[in-house]
C-alpha cells in the first residue's frame, strides 16, 4: 500500500462520555512524519487511539486520502492501511514470535517474514520463543515488526521507545529513519525522548489538554529551548 | 520497506508434515494397542473414539478460541440424528452417512456461532445453553422423526467401502472409526496453525489487538464454529453408525458438560489435550464404573480436583513442557 495523507478536522473524542481530546484538526501529507508532543496525560495516546477507532467519538471527521474512514470500525481501518504500534506493545502472548508475525502478513506470502527477520535479526533468533517470554524491547520489535508486515500506508507510534535501552532506541530510531526515507508510509510518532523524535519528524503537533496547543517545523522548537519548555515542560534531553 | 536489504535464509518449515506424520502414527499406535490388547472392548473403544471427535470440536472454540460453551453436545448430536435419519430413510453408504453428518454438524455450528459468539462470558455461556437445551427439546418432541425419549434405532449401515461389514465384535466400526480420527486429527493438526487458526488463538488473547491488526472477529469465530460443527458431527455420524442408535443423551447438557471436564483435564487449546483428555476420563470412568458402580462419580470428581489443583493447564502441559527441555538440551548438545 503506498503512503497516504491523513486529515484530521475538528476531531473530539474520548472514553464514553468522558472528553480528552477536543476539536483537534491536522494534516499530515502522504510520506511525511509528524512527531505529537506533550506532556503526560494531554491526549496524544488518546490521539492515536481515536485514529484507530478505539475510542468513544464526539465530533469531526477523520480523512485518508479520499475516504471518509470516521465511521469506519477498528479492523476496517487496519485493513485501509493504518497500522498501529501501541505503548502497550500489543503481540500475542501464546504464539511465538514467527506465529506473531504470521497473523500480520494480511495474505501476503510466508517469504516475507525474511523482511521482518531483516528489519530485527533478533526476532529471528527468538523465532520459536513466546511472545510472553520476550524482553520490553524484544516486544516492541515484535510489534512493530508484525504492524510493518501488513504494508500500512500510515504509522501510528505510541511511544516506542519507552523503557528500551538507548542502545535499542537507536536501532528503532534508525530503522524508522530508514522507513520513513522510502516515503512509502506516513508515520505519525508520540513520543516523550524530544530530541529524537524533532531529529525524526518533518512537522510536529503539541498537546495540551487535549487541544493542540503550537504546531510547525521541528527546527524551531530544536533552536528554541525556552519554546520548548514552556510547551512540553522538559528540555531537549 | 524498499531501503532494507532482506536476506532469504532457508526457513524451517512452517507447517512441517513430520508433525502430522508423528500425530498420524501415534493415533494408528494407540489403535493397534486398542485392538490386539483389547479385542473385547472394541465397541467401548469406539464410542471413546466418537466422543473424541465431540471433544476435539470443542477443543476448536474453547481452547483455540476462548469461547464458553456448555451446550457443544447439540452438533454432535445433530450430526447423529441426521446420519441415523439418513439411514433409516434408505441411504446404507457409511462414508454417505458420515457427510451427511457433517454437513448437519457444520449448518448446526453455523447457527450456534452465529448466536453464541454474539456475546462474550455469561451471556456467552448461558446462550450456549439455551441452545443446547433448545436442540435436546426438539430432538425428544420431534418423536416421529427422531424417536423421542426411545431414541432413534433401526439404524443399519451398509458395508463399509462396499467390502467389510458391520459385525458384532465392532471391529469394523473401530477401524472404520480410527482412520477417520487419523485424517481428521491430521487435518485439524494443520488447521489450527494455519494463518487463520493462528489468528483464533490470537483472539482468545486479545480480541481487541486482533481487531488492531486488521481482524474481524465475528466472522472468524462462526466459522470456527461451523468447523468444530462439522469434526463434532463427524462423531454424532460414527457413533451413530457403530452404536445403531441415537438417543437424547447425544445432546443432553450432560454430555455438554462431560466434554468440557475431559477437555480441562486433557488441557484446553492443544488437540493432543483434548485427545488424552477423553482417553483418560473415559478409561478411568469405564473402569472405576464397573469396579464400583455406585460410588464412580466421586472417584471421577476426586480425580478432576487433583488434576485441577497439580495440573491447572491439562495434564498435557507438563508432558510438553517436558518435549521443550529435552529439545532445547538436544539443541545445546
Not at chain 2, 88 to 94: M, Q, S
Not at chain 2, 137 to 144: P, R
Not at chain 2, 146 to 165: A, C, E, Q, R, Y
Amino acid at each position: 500500500m503506498p503512503a497516504a495523507p491523513l486529515d484530521i478536522r475538528n476531531l473530539s473524542a474520548g472514553y464514553g462520555p468522558t472528553r480528552i481530546i477536543e476539536g483537534i484538526s491536522f494534516s499530515v501529507k502522504a510520506g511525511d512524519r509528524l512527531a505529537v508532543l506533550g506532556r503526560n496525560g494531554m491526549g496524544k495516546t488518546t490521539l492515536l487511539a481515536t485514529l484507530m477507532g478505539l475510542t468513544t467519538r464526539h465530533g469531526g471527521e477523520i480523512r485518508i486520502g479520499d475516504q471518509d474512514v470516521t465511521a469506519k470500525r477498528t479492523s476496517a481501518r487496519a485493513d485501509l492501511g493504518i497500522g498501529y504500534v501501541p505503548q502497550t506493545r500489543d503481540i500475542f502472548a501464546s504464539l511465538t514470535v514467527e506465529e506473531n508475525l504470521r497473523t500480520g502478513l494480511k495474505g501476503r506470502p510466508a517469504s516475507a517474514l525474511d523482511e521482518a527477520y531483516a528489519m530485527f535479526p533478533r526476532l529471528r533468533e527468538r523465532r520459536g520463543n513466546y511472545g510472553k517470554q520476550l524482553s520490553g524491547g524484544e516486544q516492541q520489535m515484535l510489534s512493530m515488526a508484525r504492524t510493518l508486515l501488513g504494508k500500512p500506508s500510515i504509522l501510528l507510534l505510541d511511544e516506542p521507545l519507552e523503557g528500551l535501552a538507548p542502545v535499542i532506541c537507536d536501532e528503532l530510531m534508525a530503522l524508522l529513519a530508514k522507513l520513513a526515507a522510502t516515503n512509502e508510509v506516513t508515520i505519525i510518532l508520540v513520543e516523550q525522548q524530544i530530541e529524537r523524535a524533532l531529529d525524526f519528524a518533518s512537522s510536529v503537533m503539541v498537546m495540551e489538554r487535549g487541544r493542540t496547543s503550537w504546531s510547525g517545523a521541528p527546527d524551531v522548537l530544536t533552536a528554541d529551548r525556552a519554546l520548548v519548555d514552556r510547551l512540553v515542560g522538559v528540555g531537549i534531553h | 520497506m524498499s531501503e532494507i536489504v532482506v536476506t532469504r535464509v532457508p526457513h524451517k518449515r512452517s507447517i512441517p508434515f513430520g508433525q502430522e506424520a508423528a500425530g498420524a502414527l501415534s493415533i494408528i499406535a494407540l489403535g493397534a494397542i486398542g485392538y490386539f490388547l483389547y479385542p473385547d472392548d472394541l465397541a467401548f473403544l469406539t464410542r471413546l473414539i466418537g466422543i473424541a471427535f465431540l471433544v476435539l470440536s470443542l477443543d476448536l472454540v474453547t481452547g483455540y478460541c476462548g469461547v464458553a460453551t456448555l451446550g457443544h453436545a447439540a452438533q454432535f448430536g445433530v450430526g447423529a440424528y441426521a446420519a441415523g435419519i439418513a439411514c433409516v430413510r434408505g441411504i446404507a453408504d457409511p462414508v454417505a452417512l458420515l457427510a451427511v453428518g457433517v454437513f448437519a454438524g457444520t449448518i448446526m455450528g453455523l447457527i450456534s456461532g452465529a448466536l453464541i459468539t454474539r456475546f462474550r462470558g455469561l451471556p456467552q455461556l448461558v446462550l450456549s445453553i439455551a441452545v443446547g437445551q433448545l436442540v435436546a427439546a426438539l430432538a425428544n418432541k420431534l418423536s416421529w422423526l427422531t424417536g423421542g425419549s426411545d431414541g432413534l434405532s433401526g439404524i443399519t449401515p451398509g458395508k463399509v467401502f462396499g467390502i467389510f461389514n458391520f459385525d458384532m465384535y465392532s471391529r469394523t466400526a473401530f477401524l472404520f472409526s480410527l482412520g477417520v480420527l487419523v485424517i481428521v486429527f491430521v487435518l485439524l493438526q494443520r488447521f489450527v496453525r494455519s494463518p487463520f487458526g493462528l489468528m483464533c488463538r490470537g483472539i482468545k488473547d486479545d480480541d481487541l489487538r486482533a481487531r488492531m491488526i486488521g481482524v474481524s472477529i465475528y466472522p472468524r469465530l462462526v466459522l470456527m464454529y461451523g468447523v468444530a460443527g462439522a469434526v463434532a458431527g463427524v462423531g454424532g455420524a460414527l457413533t451413530a453408525i457403530s452404536t445403531g442408535v441415537v438417543g437424547l443423551d447425544s445432546v443432553s447438557f450432560e454430555r455438554s458438560a462431560e466434554v468440557l471436564v475431559m477437555l480441562v483435564l486433557g488441557g484446553a487449546g492443544h488437540l493432543w489435550g483434548a485427545l488424552a483428555g477423553t482417553i483418560i476420563f473415559m478409561i478411568f470412568e469405564h473402569i472405576v464404573a464397573a469396579a464400583n458402580p455406585f460410588h464412580w462419580m466421586t472417584l471421577v470428581g476426586l480425580l478432576l480436583i487433583l488434576i485441577v489443583i497439580f495440573a491447572p493447564r491439562g495434564l498435557i502441559e507438563p508432558v510438553l513442557a517436558l518435549f521443550a527441555r529435552l529439545k532445547r538440551k538436544g539443541s545445546a548438545a
